[in-house]
């Protein structure tokens, strides 16, 4: 009994030493991290249809998820995708042609993100994109996908730290879809888990 | 009291090993962690970062275009007298470009200007529709560059000027195309450095070509006199 | 603040960067306004302005040379360099009017262009209907829609050589008469680009026909719906993936017209221009034999109403030549082919078309020739190479985006 005593004295004691001998950094390390953060809310095409574009809907709610490498330091470096509708067109497509369109975009872009001051990041990204176009009208339903190479991201974010885990925020992102010169900004409720 | 003689060694010992370090301030500066930023590089001591360029080439180009992320290597070597050599590789696999030169820098306070004249080959090969096509070029990149440091983070505008020296394109042993000494065009980067984890740095750039032989795109054979503005988003790592 | 001026100077690249190149517009201001009030040159006259003339003025631009030649839509000027003129002409008293506008094929350069050659300096004789070794044209040209400044004379030399006049060679324009990204007025792959293609010199058209998901036959030379050949619209993806209402209802190139039919191209071609060659560049072996009757029937049609035109399908792949030797009595269908001369001869094609990077390859031109067959190489842009084919090779046309350097070194033999 008293050596056990002993043994934990002197484990408190080492850990105290350990704890209590840093003084705190005069600057602030934020240490290596993973965060895995789902999205969602609002999402607006910016119609520069040449053609057929008079009764666009272009507001609906889209998703995103992200993987982020956040080192210790202020950038960060991440995986996103999502799933967002770009536009949909119903009715008269045309003087003679009834119909609807859809036209939705899954990215998958590889992130940068710069913490700029303590809670808001700026962040830019590139990568590829599945764009789905769906046509019911004027003969037969067709469904057909075409593979972007050339898209890219702008992104502001506000993230909130709750706790040691969980963070939450909002974030705006204006995205460019280069093979079907799509555009489209979006803004989104955030929640992350850190680990 | 051998007991309470230990637990005082021990508590000696624990707290010379964790060390009462003076508060650790960090003590990073960016300086001498860039390679963008115009300064005094370390004598004979190499550098070395390695990425990637996303680039948006224009639709008259997209035809035939290979659309790829370029992958890049770039190397620096510090000499005396505020000299050092740069290099770079930048490859698609059926288009590649190699450039070296030399550089001077000039680093006051926060503030560096660097000038340089790199040459350049370029080498492309890609079966086409059965064809054997290939295209050697070489060219000539005279640069300068200016930048504003913080203490973590440093910023560099980059123009060049591109000549063309000679540019040839061949399919199998025919020669479909030869040029000689134009004046391509320019480019307009700028790079942002700071750090990523523990010291090392990441780099992230905007680029411009404002050219009209724009080397990744040789197969298109193109006969345009026309500029083209061609975008790429730089990111890289220095190892 | 350092971090706004970061993203400032960023978007400003980008925006830079990510400018879409824009068309470029053909003047204007002012062209064929006086010409109404003209006659329209007799047919008996036209021939006697065709010929070689010197250019005595501003040669560093145009060259000391033009050739200038009459076509079913006007007239072109066309120098060694890729400068054209594009013109209509038109009479009163005794001077002849020219008005138009000149480009640059190679680049961006435009303006306009107006001319006149008087009654006493060869006027007279060619709207008599004699032989005018005399002609000055005179003249002016600008920049854009600036009004014409800079003086321009030429004075003719001598008509085409015999050589020229009883050659049979074809300057077939790709895509119908040039790509987009040759910044031409119209669409490529388009009715307004059939009925515009003379204008540049050609003498017969190179079209890419698909097949839509309802199989009909159209003209459209990308797989995909895209940016580069489309207004942006409704559709994306892959053509061929669409019906043909769905198309011709939500699809218009690029200066707004819409998607031929490969039996509106024809039909057109055959009614309403002097084309002599149509070469279908198939896409897919699918569309075989659906474009097969489609060929035929313009065929019968041509020879209906007496047109000199041939029609051919090309056979640019093995999966081409293997649906077109499925099909029923193959052997009769006029066909292009661009691989071996062996397979020239078991598709019995009457046209051999091989890529220009293969060389002049006269022994195999001559060979086909021996054997009643014609041959054309593809797709020749280069104004060295084209003089170095038109003047060392044999073939009978080369297909091409600059039809107006073609018909220069083709006009200007001796």
Redesign the interface.
């Known amino acids: 009994m008293g050596q056990f005593r002993a043994a934990i004295t002197m484990g408190l004691v080492f850990l105290s030493a350990m704890v209590f001998s840093q003084k705190n950094d005069s600057v602030k390390i934020h240490l290596n991290h993973y965060t895995l953060t789902i999205g969602t809310g609002w999402t607006h095409y910016i119609n520069n249809l040449e053609m057929g574009g008079q009764n666009l809907q272009k507001d609906f709610a889209g998703v995103s998820l992200k993987l982020f490498w956040e080192p210790e330091h202020r950038l960060s470096l991440g995986l996103e995708s999502g799933y967002y509708k770009l536009f949909r067109a119903k009715g008269q497509l045309t003087d003679n042609t009834p119909g609807q369109v859809d036209r939705s975009v899954i990215p998958l872009l590889f992130l940068i993100r710069m913490r700029i001051i303590e809670n808001i990041h700026v962040g830019i990204g590139t990568g590829i994109a599945l764009i789905t176009n769906k046509i019911a009208g004027g003969g037969q339903k067709v469904i057909t996908e075409t593979r972007s190479l050339s898209n890219f991201e702008l992104s502001g974010a506000y993230i909130y730290q709750l706790n040691r885990h969980l963070l939450c925020g909002g974030e705006v992102k204006l995205f460019h879809f280069g093979n079907t010169e799509d555009t489209m900004y979006s803004i989104q409720a955030t929640c992350a888990v850190r680990f | 009291m051998k ?1 309470r003689l230990t ?1 005082f060694y ?2 000696i010992i ?2 010379l ?10 003590t990073f500066d960016i300086t001498s962690h860039t390679m963008q930023f115009p300064h005094h590089y370390k004598k004979w001591s190499f550098q070395v970062s390695a990425g990637l360029s ?7 180009l ?2 035939s275009a290979i ?2 992320p370029l992958a890049n290597v770039h190397v620096t070597f510090g000499l005396p007298w505020k000299l050092s050599l740069e290099s770079d590789l930048t490859t698609i696999i059926v288009s590649n470009q190699l450039r070296a030169g030399p550089r001077i820098s000039f680093l006051v306070r926060n503030m560096g200007i660097k000038g340089g004249w790199d040459i350049a080959y370029v080498y492309g090969q890609l079966k086409q ?1 059965g ?1 054997n ?1 290939s295209t050697q070029a070489w060219m000539h990149y005279p640069n300068i560059s200016i930048g504003y440091k ?1 203490k ?2 440093a ?1 560099t ?1 980059k123009g060049e000027l591109a000549i063309v020296g000679k540019v040839s394109t061949k ?2 042993e ?1 020669e ?2 030869r040029s000689k000494t134009f004046l391509n065009g320019g480019t ?1 980067s ?1 790079y ?1 450095e ?5 010291n090392k740095v ?1 780099i ?1 750039g ?3 070509n404002y050219v009209k032989f724009y080397w990744p795109t040789w197969m298109l ?1 193109s ?4 500029f ?4 790429e ?1 730089y ?1 890289s790592w220095i190892l | 603040m350092k971090v706004r001026i970061f993203f400032i100077i960023s978007l400003l690249l980008l925006i830079i960067g990510c400018n879409k190149e824009s068309l470029i517009p053909v003047p204007t201001s002012g062209i064929n306004s006086f010409l109404k009030e003209t006659h329209p040159i007799p047919a008996s006259s036209k021939p006697l302005m065709e010929g070689i003339y010197l250019v005595t003025t501003n040669t560093t631009i145009f060259g000391d040379t033009m050739v200038v030649k009459w076509n079913h839509s006007g007239i072109l000027f066309t120098c060694k360099n890729g400068k054209h003129f594009i013109m209509d002409a038109g009479y009163l008293d005794s001077v002849i009017f020219i008005q138009g506008y000149w480009r640059d094929g190679y680049s961006d350069a435009t303006g306009l262009c107006n001319m006149y050659i008087s009654g006493s300096e060869g006027g007279n004789d060619v709207l008599e209907g004699k032989p005018a070794p005399h002609i000055i044209l005179r003249g002016a040209y600008g920049t854009d829609n600036e009004a014409p400044n800079q003086s321009i004379t030429l004075q003719y030399v001598r008509p085409f050589s015999n050589k020229v006049k009883e050659s049979n060679f074809y300057i077939l324009g790709h895509r119908a008469g040039g790509r987009n990204s040759d910044r031409l007025p119209v669409s490529e792959n388009s009715i307004a680009m059939v009925k515009y293609t003379e204008r540049l010199g050609t003498t017969g058209i190179e079209v890419d026909p698909r097949i839509s998901s309802d199989r009909v036959a159209f003209i459209y030379h990308d797989p995909d719906i895209n940016t580069r050949l489309t207004q942006k619209g409704l559709l994306a993806g892959d053509v061929s993936a669409y019906t043909w209402i769905q198309l011709s209802s939500f699809v218009r190139l690029i200066h707004g017209e819409r998607i031929p039919s490969l039996e509106e191209v024809l039909t057109f071609a055959i009614d309403s221009t002097e084309l002599r060659f149509v070469y279908m560049d198939m896409k897919s072996a699918d569309a075989v034999p659906v474009v097969i009757p489609i060929q035929q029937r313009a065929i019968q049609h041509a020879k209906d109403k007496g047109r000199d035109i041939i029609i051919m399908m090309g056979i640019p792949d093995t999966d081409v030549l293997n649906a077109l030797m499925a099909y029923p009595d193959y052997q009769n269908v006029p066909s292009l082919c661009e691989l071996s001369v062996d397979d020239v001869r078991n598709a019995n094609s009457k046209v051999w078309a091989p890529r220009w990077t293969l060389g002049v390859q006269n022994d195999l031109v001559q060979q086909m020739h021996n054997e009643g067959r014609l041959a054309v190489c593809w797709t020749i842009d280069s104004p060295n190479w084209i003089r170095n084919y038109i003047d060392q090779g044999l073939f009978d046309g080369l297909v091409t985006n600059f039809p107006y350097v073609v018909a220069y070194h083709h006009y200007i033999q001796e």
Do not use: W
């Open positions: 007991f637990l021990l508590l624990s707290t090993v964790s060390a009462q370090k003076p508060a650790t301030k960090d996303m680039v948006k080439p224009p639709e008259d997209l035809e659309q790829a529709s064809f096509n913080l973590k983070m910023f505008l399919s199998g025919i479909v195309s307009l700028f942002v700071q750090r990523i984890h523990h990441f992230i905007l680029k411009d054979f006969t345009f006199n026309r083209y503005h061609i975008p988003l990111i």
